[in-house]
């Protein structure tokens, strides 16, 4: 078989069949200290796709910082087919602040396709879509819940995109959302330039969630084999997500103290008891019930909270019997470890 050219990134020249950690110099700190977004790039000896996986645009969002370190590690890598460009910290900023946010209190998944001579934030993502994703044909960015809150393992994805729609069901998480991009998001800036992109949505900020990390590294795997990149895997096995349009926040009518009565991944029915708010001195302030058939896919574990914060989120289902079919089938892959450290 022909090997392919080599890639170059970031002034670096690596050959068919090698890998490199590059640095893409990025602003410094002020401490005169240089900074750079550090990429892996495997390089495979054939050619095929190249894709790229991000994490950590949001700077506490470090779950896909532990999905990429054990992609990786993985040994199908050494038949890879096409380029693999991962970049573990998309917003280094924000991840030595343990923030979501740049310096310049802006939110870099908000700053796409940004300009050279803009913001910070706009500087960095301007940075990020000249180098990475103008290079790529598909791409795929790792998220968590906000502060405190948890979700279940999840593709976003536009299901009206026909690729698109076929590579968030390969991914293999256990529920599909269909969400329009958003306004200066990279996944907006990705498919502005042609890419299927998916966004994958999994455990809690600043934690390692084994079940949401489990999900994401397979689900990568899986869609590298559906585009060509990876050997077809023997044993596949096709499960169907559950398929949802509209979501539901559950919003603290009061400021309060708030128990849960439905857990993270669980089906509930239309008027089910999701949790009881409460006065911290006493008082129950109010119950919140289903106000539809559906799955909670995102949880507030901290239990205070103000009025108006978010505190369940509830994807709608058509299908609710099929919907607790996946569930269980989704829950009952995952070992004892899996639950050890789920919140
Ligand atoms: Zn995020």
Not at 62 to 87: D, H, M
Not at 104 to 118: C, E, T
Not at 228 to 250: D, F, Q, V
């Amino acid at each position: 078989m022909k090997r392919q050219p080599a890639f170059e990134l970031g002034g670096e020249v690596i050959a068919a069949g090698r890998r490199l950690s590059v640095g893409l110099p990025m602003a410094r700190l002020y401490t005169h200290t240089e900074m750079t977004m550090p990429v892996h790039v495997v390089h495979g000896r054939q050619a095929g796709p190249t894709l790229f996986v991000s994490a950590a645009i949001h700077g506490d969002e470090i779950n896909g910082i532990e999905i990429i370190r054990q992609l990786l590690k993985n040994r199908s890598l050494n038949r890879l087919k096409g380029t693999l460009l991962a970049i573990p910290f998309v917003n280094p900023f924000g991840v030595i602040q343990r923030s979501r946010y740049l310096p310049d209190r802006r939110d870099l998944n908000r700053s796409f396709p940004g300009s050279p001579s803009g913001s910070l934030a706009g500087r960095l993502a301007h940075l990020f879509v000249e180098q990475i994703v103008r290079r790529c044909t598909h791409g795929i960015d790792l998220h968590t819940g906000s502060n405190h809150r948890s979700n279940l393992p999840q593709i976003r994805a536009d299901l009206t995109d026909a690729e698109t729609a076929r590579l968030a069901k390969v991914f293999g998480a256990p529920l599909v959302l269909h969400s329009e991009v958003r306004d200066g998001s990279l996944r907006e800036a990705a498919v502005d330039l042609g890419l299927p992109v998916l966004l994958f949505e999994g455990g809690e900020a600043l934690y390692f969630n084994p079940a949401a990390i489990k999900s994401g590294v397979r689900g990568i795997l899986n869609v590298m084999r559906a585009i060509g990149m990876l050997p077809a895997s023997r044993k596949s096995r096709e499960n169907e997500p559950i398929y949802a349009e509209k979501t539901h926040w559950i919003r603290a009518t009061r400021s309060g103290i708030f128990e849960k009565r439905a857990r993270l991944g669980a089906l509930v029915h239309k008027g089910d008891l999701l949790g009881i708010l409460s006065d911290p001195l006493g008082d129950e302030l109010s119950r919140f019930f289903a106000p539809v058939t559906g799955v909670v896919i995102g949880q507030l574990n901290l239990p205070l909270c103000y009025e108006g914060d978010a505190l369940m989120n509830i994807a709608a289902v058509k299908n609710a019997a099929e919907a607790e079919e996946i569930l269980e089938d989704y829950t009952s892959e995952l070992t004892v470890e899996d639950f050890g450290l789920e919140r």
